[in-house]
């Protein structure tokens, strides 16, 4: 039992303690700042697009 607790207690130190997993999550970190920049600039975009659409469809009508 004593071992046991030992392993569990050496493994439970490794993962606290190790750096594996810090690209992973400076990766995700940086795919949701490009995402966030690439929905401001749609949503900018969306508005600009409306309006040239509206400017086309004044002038035909």
Known sequence: MPDSLLKLYVKSQNLLLGDEGQ???E???LISLI?????AATTS?????TQV???I???LA
């Open 23 to 25: 690209d992973l999550v």
């Open 45 to 49: 975009l969306a508005g600009a697009i």
């Open 35 to 39: 995402s966030l920049a690439a929905v």
């Open 57 to 59: 469809s004044t002038s």
């Open 27 to 29: 990766y995700a970190l």
């Open 53 to 55: 659409f509206t400017n």
